[in-house]
């Protein structure tokens, strides 16, 4: 009698080579974690190690199990017979149905790592049971001429974790077991040596592992259980899986198919049964980034904000029917039919659908700029349509290069037909294993199996997504419901036009605006405007020491006059084009505002100091050569030239202004005319078109006119022209009724223009602070977590220092030991105490502080970094004499901050010395360096939240310090540099007036 046998290289074919790529192979783990009533499931990528770990907290198995279940291929999930019984369950937890359906996902391990430690503890059952350790090296599958029967799975228990000497012995048995195969010629020696090779290379030892790992799973414990994969080493598609191409907008392959594997997206949704992590750690230094942060993906507040929503069901013959919702406005209860099957029952059954669409232009979007950039960001990278099987993904739907419904390949035909687009969508089909049971996964968790039901399924859905494209976006309006549509949308698109051109026309003249502004403060800095001043009086100089060689005395005289003319007149029209106009019709951010107000007061000081010593020099210059001539200048004529230069200015520069504001008149008021013009003729050429129709009427003839029909049709036709114009009409009375110019108290003329730009700027400056408080929010909310947490873990850290240093006073050997413990802990408090400020300043008390005290703070926490960018670190003797009244929760953070900073520009500057110095007297402290200076335009706005200069700085700590420092009666500001110093910042007591 014949048999089959089974080679080997069967699983790696129903493994491996079966599933479509690693993270579908990590989707499958998942789900079988699933299956095993895990809550958790966390992976942990060590690159550093080429190690990948995946652990779940669920039922895990037995040593019986793993042999029965675990090592038998195409185990049975749903059925029971007398040799095999159904996977365990947890019956404290809602039943949940079986995901792992094929009894090969296991296999799928091989295409993510050459081989695999696998640790798993049975629990909830009928007694303790051990941990199970098993080693398999996948590459032996790979051979040919080899059988099942001939590999050996080491497989051991313990009551413990396996340290790594245990797991060496593990690794002996299967090295001895190559031998074995070796030995009988089963393999080659070089397939041998590359296996031996590949096993020794496993370097773990999980029990030290799951104490350095983030995340609470502890197998060691009598009531818990799970199954740990440590895999090593690890394919290298696994790295291009993660980081995809970095130079694309598109979701890596990790992204696309790990995150939604429950729904979160749409609003009340189920709540995700397993809470799953992903950690990359590319070095050593416990830094790693979480690959599936659940703000990367879709949320319902975003769900809701999107410009149509369709949520319904699909019966059992395919008919749809459910909520069609237009621009978050306009409600249908519609219907879709489908006659695909004839109106008989489908075989894919009846399934759910919620989906969110977002106008792929902003022009057309309801949606603000800033949450439209944001949804249609995410739906580049996992816009989609998902199906969801008892709220467990099934891959690939939602992945955007799977367009299972032709979507995009229709619209590429014909996009007015076919409106939706794949990318702008994002939504559920919700199906279910007992209503849904045609629907049937292939082996390798590439989509449903192309049978029946899926070809109903795809039909159903290719259907409605071409009749609601008919029903509610025709651009014909063929519909009332696309009628709404298109009223809509062209609404949007009016006002998106009219705020375009104004942009537009706004953008030219902020450019300039913000170049002129950057300019001056360039040629500030650079001294420039002192080395022009400068020209002008050497040139006057230079025309009055011709004067001295004059022989007529009213020719010289007058020479005088005409020079000192010219010259006043150069430095007028000098100071004049320096000068920056007021923003007028654009609106700028508060922290050019910010600039532009310290640009006034530099102007002001510039004509206060630079330009009236000039012109001062000017009139000594002419007294001068006057004396040295010995002749007399007409005070008079001096007088009446000064006069009428001034004079000849403002009347020019005023002509200029009223001509510009004439010219800006006459065309609004031809516009104006012209567009009322224009609407008059639209109307009466409607008018006479109805007329005209008189001619072509039957109305005594016809035996079935309708007067009243066709009274209906006229009159609609002209009202909706007049309806028209006078919308238009109203708009441009209610833009002039709008037109506001009036004097306030002091004689200023004040214009609606100016309330507008005041307005807005407000505006932009209440969303500034409104993101930044949000982000401080979420910082505080971080900091009383740790803080709560971090409060009994350092009691009782505490506790246990003193009662080691009981035992230390006994042993000599302890004492080193207790000694390196306590000052190291002692560090590592002070840098817990930064939390205080943040964390409503609980239990803290006002003080007099040493200022030495702070500084040997200092020194503890930035030594490291001073030494590494060869900083001194140097005080005064008045800082040393000097103390500082208030809370230590308030001064040190800001302290930290002054140094942090300055450490930081210390190290961006060429200087060979670099010096932090501190120093005290009686009026407050000041905090000095020689690092590059702070520009003349910065000095007020980095103490402005969201404000840095830095690489990736936030602009938070300046800003939070000063906030911190006013609430305590103390300032915080920038004065003018200490000796042998660039930059100073000074801290002083705020001084009360008299009547506070």
Not at 71 to 83: Q, Y
Not at 144 to 160: Q, S, Y
Not at 234 to 256: P, R, W
Not at 467 to 483: I, R, V, Y
Request: aromatic share 10%; hydrophobic share 35%; proline share 2%.
């Amino acid at each position: 009698m014949a048999k089959f046998k089974t080679r080997a290289r069967a699983l790696d074919l129903l493994g491996r080579q079966q599933i479509a790529g690693i993270p579908t192979a990590i989707n499958e783990l998942i789900k079988n974690a699933h299956d095993a009533y895990a809550d958790k499931f966390d992976i942990d990528f060590l690159r550093k190690d080429n190690l990948l770990i995946l652990r779940d907290d669920g039922l895990g198995m037995t040593k019986e199990e793993f042999e029965t279940r675990w090592l038998t291929i195409g185990t049975e999930s749903k059925f029971v017979n007398s040799k095999t019984s159904l996977p365990p369950t947890d019956n404290s937890k809602p039943s949940r149905p079986v995901m792992g359906e094929k009894g090969i996902g296991r296999l799928a391990i091989a295409s993510i790592g050459k081989q695999v430690l696998i640790i798993t503890k049975a629990k909830r059952r009928e007694k303790i049971y051990k941990i199970v350790a098993i080693l398999i090296n996948w590459e032996i599958f790979e051979l040919p001429g080899i059988n099942l029967e001939d590999i050996v799975i080491p497989i051991r228990e313990f009551v413990k974790l396996p340290n790594e000497n245990e797991i060496d012995e593990i690794k002996k048995e299967l090295q001895e077991s190559l031998d074995s195969l070796l030995d009988r010629g089963l393999i080659s020696g070089n397939d041998f040596s590359r296996i031996s090779m590949t096993v020794n290379s496993l370097n773990v030892n999980p029990k030290l592992l799951n104490e350095q790992l983030i995340g609470d799973f502890n197998i060691e414990n009598s009531d818990e259980g799970g199954t740990y994969f440590y895999i090593s080493p690890v394919s290298e598609n696994l790295i291009f899986d993660i980081e995809g191409d970095k130079d694309s907008k598109e979701a890596s392959k990790i992204e696309k198919m790990l995150i939604g594997f429950h729904n979160t997206m749409t609003p009340n949704h189920p709540k995700p049964i397993i809470d799953i992590n992903f950690r990359d750690y590319k070095g050593n230094d416990g830094i790693y980034s979480n690959l599936i942060d659940k703000e990367q993906f879709f949320t319902p507040d975003e769900f809701k904000l999107a410009d149509h929503h369709f949520k319904g069901r699909f019966d059992e013959y395919g008919q749809f029917r459910g909520d069609v919702q237009i621009y978050r406005e306009k409600n249908y209860d519609h219907i879709v039919n489908w006659r695909g099957n004839n109106f008989n029952p489908t075989d894919c059954g009846s399934f759910d659908i919620n989906l969110a669409y977002v106008q792929g232009q902003l022009k057309d979007s309801i949606v603000d700029l800033e949450n439209w950039n944001r949804l249609t960001a995410k739906a580049d990278k996992f816009g989609g349509l998902y199906i969801y099987k008892d709220n467990i993904r099934v891959l690939p739907y939602g992945d955007s290069d799977y367009d299972f419904l032709d979507i995009e390949k229709n619209r590429s035909k014909r996009a007015s037909t076919y409106f939706f687009s794949y990318r702008r969508m994002f939504g559920t089909i919700n199906i279910t294993h007992k209503g849904n049971s045609k629907l049937v996964e292939k082996a390798g968790r590439e989509g449903f199996i192309e049978n029946k039901a899926y070809r109903q399924l795809q039909a159903i859905l290719k259907n409605f997504f071409i009749q609601l494209a008919a029903d509610f976006f025709d651009e014909k309006s063929k519909t009332p419901q696309s009628e709404f549509y298109n009223e809509k949308k062209n609404e949007r698109n009016s006002i998106y036009k009219a705020l375009e051109r104004r942009d537009k026309l706004a953008k030219t003249k902020k450019d300039k605006f913000l170049k002129d502004l950057e300019l001056f403060f360039k040629r500030l800095n650079e001294n420039k405007y002192n080395e022009d001043v400068n020209n002008f009086i050497n040139v006057a100089q230079q025309q009055f020491n011709s004067v001295l060689f004059m022989k007529d005395l009213d020719e010289a005289s007058q020479k005088i006059i005409d020079t000192e003319f010219e010259t006043r007149q150069k430095l007028s029209e000098y100071r004049r084009n320096i000068g920056i106009p007021t923003p007028k019709g654009f609106n700028i951010s508060k922290n050019v505002r910010i600039d532009f107000d310290t640009y006034l007061t530099e102007y002001k000081i510039l004509g206060e100091t630079l330009f009236k010593n000039a012109i001062q020099e000017v009139d000594n210059l002419v007294t001068d050569y006057s004396e040295k001539l010995n002749i007399e200048i007409s005070k008079r004529k001096r007088l009446e030239q000064a006069v009428e230069f001034i004079s000849s200015e403002a009347l020019k520069t005023n002509t200029k202004k009223r001509t510009e504001t004439n010219e800006v008149v006459t065309d609004v008021s031809k516009n104006i005319k012209e567009i009322t013009n224009q609407l008059m003729l639209d109307l009466d050429f409607q008018i006479r078109s109805v007329k005209d129709k008189f001619k072509n009427l039957s109305v005594n003839e016809a035996d079935d006119f309708d007067l009243v029909e066709e009274r209906k049709k006229m009159e609609t036709e002209i009202e909706m022209i007049s309806d028209r114009n006078t919308h238009v009409m109203d708009r441009i009375i209610r833009q002039f009724e709008s037109f506001y110019i009036d004097k306030d108290e002091d004689g200023n003329i004040v214009t609606n223009d100016q309330i507008s730009d005041a307005l807005a700027e407000e505006l932009d400056e209440l969303r500034e602070r409104v993101q930044a408080d949000v982000e401080l929010s979420q910082l505080g909310l971080a900091v009383g977590i740790l803080h709560h947490e971090f409060h009994g873990t350092v009691k009782s850290i505490r506790s246990s220092i003193r009662d080691l240093k009981a035992w230390s006073d006994v042993n000599d050997k302890l004492e080193g030991v207790y000694n390196n413990i306590k000052v190291n802990f002692e560090h590592l408090d002070g840098y817990l105490n930064l939390f205080t400020p943040l964390n409503r300043r609980l239990n803290r008390k006002r003080e007099a502080i040493g200022l030495l005290e702070i500084k040997t703070f200092l020194i503890d926490l930035f030594k490291s970094r001073m030494e590494r960018h060869n900083i001194q670190f140097k005080h005064t003797k008045g800082f040393a004499a000097h103390k500082i009244y208030g809370y230590r929760s308030t001064f040190y953070p800001a302290f930290v901050n002054l140094i942090d900073n300055a450490i930081y520009w210390l190290n961006q500057s060429n200087g060979k010395e670099k010096v932090i110095r501190l120093h005290a007297d009686e009026s407050g402290v000041y905090i000095s360096n020689n690092g590059i200076e702070i520009p003349v335009q910065d000095k007020n706005r980095i103490f402005i939240m969201g404000f840095s200069r830095k690489a990736n700085g936030r602009g938070m700590g300046l800003s939070i310090s000063q906030e911190v420092l006013n609430a305590e009666n103390y300032s915080l500001s920038v004065v003018s540099p200490k000796e042998g110093s660039t930059v100073t910042f000074k801290i002083e007591r705020i001084k009360k007036e008299d009547n506070e």
